[in-house]
């Protein structure tokens, strides 16, 4: 580097930790050996020998320092947070019942003055998937949600408020379950620091590997005996992508079953491990390989099997003739005398865990030491921290919530 270029937050990190470092050197003796020159390069920076090596190696032979590739290594998660889509659904909803036009560009100037700033072919792309249309309303254009989306969530509705007793309690105990991921070098963003000092809290760099975590909660707190810790494969992606059915199902039977109240509503997501079919279920979708059509067709209703259809009209007939299967969770639940419930699509508001999250990371944050056996044992503490006082203030704000969006919805059918 020359003089008069600017110097980025790496390269100062880089000064200040060679300076320690000689600093260092000149206290522990008056002669400095100079024989290892990658072994003080290595040991100045905190980094392992062979990759200084490996990159001594590279810019000896290019001439110039090589600028790493960002190898993908799995689904990046989400831009949006599940917080930040309740916050979008609740501002949308409310514009809806004024009458106000709702748009892309309208609501990411309103996210940027009050929340975080958003790309609009982001935030596209996540009402999208969030289940909203932008339609035609009665006068105008407007945001508003599909009515898939609406019937859904009423049905759920339905039947947490069939649920409740007169007593403000519940006629069976709810359950809730999910899952989240917890990174090692996860922290908190902004230290206080003397202005004149500068922050001597150096962060990590990256997120580091990663735990996921699968637990349960109910009003009297955490389901003791519940909470399945393993570390994950792969450092990015959200928790939906990394976890194995087969793991969850082992965690279902044996870790969470046996130590929940008798005849519990079980309320969960629709994420992918929690919506595996029976075995030898089928259920007959757009991504169903053509010969599987023929093939359960022909072997469930020959005289419909007709000569030269394509996977089109494979599918058209048999989507009405094939009665869907069973869920696996839907069928161990019933079998131990429990009821499972799924909440809709992106409605992370109505599950009351994730106040619960919440706090965990919060801990794990503020407790922020690196390693993964820091992490083990931050996560167990912030466990401990989820009181049953806790869970009863998540369950109200959530039932506070249903009753919400319950009103709402009567709202705008009698608009």
Excluded at 13 to 25: A, G, H, S, T
Excluded at 49 to 72: D, F, I, N, W, Y
Excluded at 196 to 214: N, T, Y
Excluded at 277 to 290: A, E
Aim: proline share 7%; aromatic share 6%.
């Amino acid at each position: 580097m020359s003089q008069g270029q600017a110097v980025d937050v790496r390269e100062r990190q880089c000064v200040v930790r060679l300076k320690e470092y000689f600093d260092q050197e000149r206290q522990q003796g008056l002669s400095v050996s100079t024989q290892e020159a990658v072994g003080r390069v290595a040991k100045a920076l905190d980094l392992g020998k062979r990759p200084v090596k490996e990159m001594l190696s590279t810019s000896h032979k290019a001439g110039q320092v090589a600028v790493p590739a960002l190898a993908s290594t799995g689904q990046p998660p989400y831009r949006s947070q599940p917080a930040l889509e309740t916050v979008m659904r609740q501002r949308i909803r409310a514009l809806n019942r004024q009458g106000s036009h709702v748009s892309v560009r309208s609501l990411a100037h309103w996210l940027s003055d009050n929340d975080e700033e958003m790309p609009r072919a982001t935030l596209g792309r996540t009402l999208q998937r969030m289940g909203l249309v932008y339609g035609k309303s009665r006068k105008k254009s407007a945001l508003r949600e599909r009515d898939e989306v609406v019937m859904a969530r009423r049905a759920y509705l339905r039947t947490k408020r069939a649920n409740r007793d007169a007593h403000g309690g519940t006629v069976r105990p709810e359950v809730s379950l999910d899952e989240r991921y917890g990174n090692v070098n996860h922290s908190t963003p902004r230290p206080w620091y003397c202005a004149a000092e500068g922050p001597w809290v150096h962060k990590p760099s990256g997120k580091g590997p990663r735990l996921l975590i699968v637990h349960a909660m109910t009003t009297t707190g955490g389901v003791a005996g519940a909470p399945l810790v393993f570390q994950a494969k792969r450092h990015t992606g959200d928790d939906h992508g990394q976890m194995d059915f087969e793991n969850v199902r082992r965690w279902f039977r044996d870790g969470l079953l046996p130590h929940i109240p008798a005849a519990s509503l079980m309320v969960m997501d629709h994420a992918p491990y929690h919506n595996v079919y029976v075995d030898g279920g089928f259920s007959p979708t757009t991504s169903t390989k053509k010969a599987a059509l023929q093939s359960w067709l022909q072997q469930n209703h020959p005289p419909m099997d007709q000569e030269a259809m394509i996977k089109a009209e494979l599918l058209a007939v048999c989507r009405p003739l094939c009665p869907k299967p069973a869920y696996a969770f839907d069928r161990m639940a019933e079998a131990a005398g429990h009821q499972i419930l799924r909440t809709p699509q992106d409605h992370p508001e109505l599950q009351p865990i994730e106040n619960c999250w919440a706090v965990v990371k919060n801990h794990c944050a503020a407790k922020c030491d690196s390693p993964m056996a820091g992490l083990r044992a931050h996560v167990e503490d912030g466990f401990e921290k989820v009181t049953p006082e806790t869970c009863r203030a998540a369950i109200a704000a959530m039932r506070s919530e249903e009753d919400r969006s319950w009103r709402e919805d009567m709202e705008e059918s009698e608009e």
